[in-house]
Structures are given as C-alpha cells and as structure tokens.
C-alpha cells in the first residue's frame, strides 16, 4: 500500500465531465488499496477572471482581499470532486487551505508555504477517506488571512503536501503527457523524457517550459519528493494504479541525477520568449560604473538577467548590453532615465523582439564542447548571438525572436534529441 497524491491542474478539472474523468483516476488509485491526497487548481480559466475581476474593482487593490478572491477557484473544485466521488461510492473529504492547515509566510499573492502539519489529513487518509485539498492557498496564522502561492501554486502545493504525507509519489496530472526534450508544437521530433534530474527541470521551469512552478521543483529537490509529469487525458482504466516499482511506462518523473542511468549529455532545449535586451553606448569605462547601472536596478526590484560588456577600444568608453524580462522594459527604462547623473551621459537602445535560448543538461557538468557546438550550430543557420550567458548545466544566448523556431529545431538535432 502507498501513500500518493495525486495533482489535477486547471484544464483537468476544466468541468463536470472532466472532473468525473478525474474521480475514476482517483477511484483507481483507491481500488488497488492506496491512500489518496488530491490537490486540485480551480477550473480552467477561473483564477484570471477573477484576478481580472479584481483589477476592474481597483487597480490599487489590498493584496489580502486578493488573496481572498482569487482562493476561491480552487474550493469550488475541490468541493464539486469530493462530492463527484462520493457519488461514485467512496468516501471523501474537502480540506480547504486553513482547514490543513497550509501555514505560509504573510507575502500575498506569492506567499511561501512554512509548513504543513500531516496529522489531519494522514487520519483520514489512513482510514480509507480520499483528501481533496485546494492547491493555491493557504493561510498566514499570525494575521490569520487566506493567503495564496503565487500563479500555477498548486503544483506547490501538491508537492509540499506530499512531503506532510511522506508520500511515495507526487503525481501531477495535466494537458501533457510529460515533459519533453524541447517544445512539441515547435519540434515534431520532440521527444517525451522518461526521466528528468531536479537541478534540469528548474532551469526548463524558469526558462519558460511552464509544466510546474519552479517553486514545486525547488521544494520536490529539498525534500527529493518523487515527481510525475502524466497527462490525466489517458483513459483512467488505461493506466495502471501506481506501482513503486514501475513507474517508468508513463509521464515523466523528475527525480535525483544519480537515478538516471542514462544520462544524456543535453537534454532539452528551452526558449523564453518574455526577454527584452537594453544597451548603453558610449558608458564611461572606470572603477564602479557597472554598480552605479545595476544598483538602481536591484533597488527597483527589476531582475537582470544576462549581462555583456564589451571590451573597450579606446581605454574610456563601452558598451554594455543586458536583459530583464520584457514585462519590465518600460520601468527598467524609467530607473535608467532617473539614474542619469550618476550614470553619466549614455545612448540608449533597448528591444523586445529578441528570445532567450538554452541548452540544458546535466552532462554538461563533465562534457566539454557543449557552447562550442551551440555556437558552431546557429552560425551554420546565420543566426546572430547578441549575448551569451552560462551555469555548470546551462548555456544560453540571447538571438533575435524571428529566428526563435529555426534555433530550437537546429539546436535539437544537432545534439542528437530528435527522435526517429
Ligand atoms: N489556479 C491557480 C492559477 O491559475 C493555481 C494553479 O492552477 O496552479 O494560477
Ligand atoms: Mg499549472
């Protein structure tokens, strides 16, 4: 017998019909003798109309009364598959955020889970009660408010469950059947990955690839909680109920490097299509210039991300050139505008029409020649490099948006992920 949860996000709960596909996974899970936790987002589309709804209320809104608001999506899912599986004749049992209680720190509408006391839901789950529990939220005790995870939080939620049960699998269920080498609508070859380390699926999650939160990878990799991408739009009875030791024959289970036998040296492609690149011309090449530009910034909050100076020709001038994300370009170029005099007199230019690409893997780590082939594969292409940044598994450029698509599709073949 294990203990497993199971995670549906929005497009599996996305209505009725959906939800009742849902029960019948978790009917199977039940039938062969499992205890079940199931954490559920809010039906498709639900959590934007309300955060919408909120922002038509005020713009300015208290952040408390949106937390308040927007929690509301996943109760209602949570509620409407308990009573679907009861209706199906099992016992079952919503658990709302304070209910748990999830305990998270007061930073609403990104607030970070503390801890979850297990006893609650570890009772009824050890007397044969499914646990339908409300991803998303959770509550701050000291103020005693609702409080929510931050956009996509029930993979967090579902993870951070799983470690209050000391659960042998934290199966997520969504619209994909796992995760895959790189974009399948860009890359027929795509290829579905059996396996992925932790430390790969971060750097995919933060790159864009947004089948989990990066949040619930960083919290499956502390607490190396097992973790499965599948799709929950395989027929329930197609599947078999979870099995320890095979779980391999579906989805993808993210899981420490060292249980990858076959490690690949590459092994995905991610693109972020969310970047936006500012250079400034002409900036004084001396002691102290770099943290006069970059300390606005940090003190604005604004992230950057790649960085290039150039080497100077004349011994008093550069150019440096960075990215932060696209959403930011406008307030990063205000900060920019305000630090003038401590900046000196620079030019200017700034675009959004520019990608991020990246190579991915772990192998990286002991293979030489990773950056190298990057390089060699997108000037074959004519492919121009406007920046270049790397991590011990990473290598990322910056290229123009237009050649997004030919990058990715050249970058996989090259190091031998397409599949035949
Ligand atoms: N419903 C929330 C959202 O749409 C949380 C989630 O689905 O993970 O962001
Ligand atoms: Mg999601």
């Given amino acids: ?240 109920p979870f099995n320890a030791d095979n779980m391999e024959n579906i989805g993808t289970i993210v899981c420490d490097e060292d249980e990858i036998v076959e490690q690949q040296v590459v092994s995905g492609i991610a693109y972020a299509k969310d970047e936006a690149k500012i250079t400034l011309l002409n900036v004084a090449d001396k002691p102290g210039i770099a943290a006069r530009i970059f300390g606005p910034l940090a003190d604005a909050n604004i992230n950057v991300d790649m960085i290039v100076q150039n080497i100077s020709a004349d011994g008093k001038h550069t150019d440096m050139t960075f990215t932060v994300q696209a959403a930011e370009l406008p307030r990063t170029l205000d900060v920019l505008k305000k630090a003038k005099s401590e900046i000196g007199h620079v030019d200017v230019k700034s675009s959004a029409d520019v990608v991020k690409i990246s190579v991915i893997g772990v192998g990286m780590r002991s293979h030489a020649g990773v950056a190298a082939q990057m390089f060699k594969t997108l000037s074959e292409k004519g492919i121009n490099i406007h920046a270049i940044s790397t991590s011990e598994i990473k290598v990322s450029v910056l290229i123009d948006a237009a050649y997004a698509e030919l990058a990715v599709r050249a970058l996989h073949s090259a190091y031998g992920l397409d599949n035949d």
């Fill in 1 to 240: 017998m294990a203990t497993v949860v199971m995670k549906f996000g929005g497009t599996s709960v996305a209505n009725i019909e959906r939800i009742q596909n849902v029960a019948r996974h978790v009917k199977r899970e039940v039938d062969a003798g499992n205890k079940v936790a199931v954490v559920v987002s809010a039906m498709a589309g639900v959590t934007n109309q309300l955060v919408a709804w909120v922002k038509e209320a005020s713009p300015l809104y208290d952040a408390r009364e949106y937390d308040s608001v927007v929690a509301t999506g996943e109760q209602v899912t949570a509620g409407l598959l308990a009573i679907t599986l009861q209706a199906m004749g099992l016992r079952a049992r919503s658990w709302t955020g304070w209910q748990v209680p999830v305990k998270t720190d007061g930073a609403h509408g990104s607030a970070r889970i503390l801890d979850i006391p297990g006893e609650n839901i570890r009772k009824q789950i050890e007397g044969g009660e499914v646990a339908v529990v409300t991803g998303f939220q959770g509550i701050e005790p000291i103020e005693n408010r609702i409080s929510t995870l931050g956009r996509g939080g029930s993979d967090t939620s579902a993870v951070a469950v799983a470690v209050a049960l000391e659960a042998d699998v934290c199966d997520i269920y969504t619209d994909v059947d796992g995760v895959y080498t790189t974009d399948p609508r860009i890359v027929s070859k795509a290829k579905r990955l059996s396996k992925i380390s932790y430390e790969e699926m971060l750097e995919m999650a933060s790159l864009g690839s947004k089948v989990l939160q990066t949040r619930s990878v960083e919290l499956a990799m502390v607490y190396k909680v097992k973790t499965r991408v599948l799709s929950s739009f395989v027929a329930p009875d197609a599947m078999q």
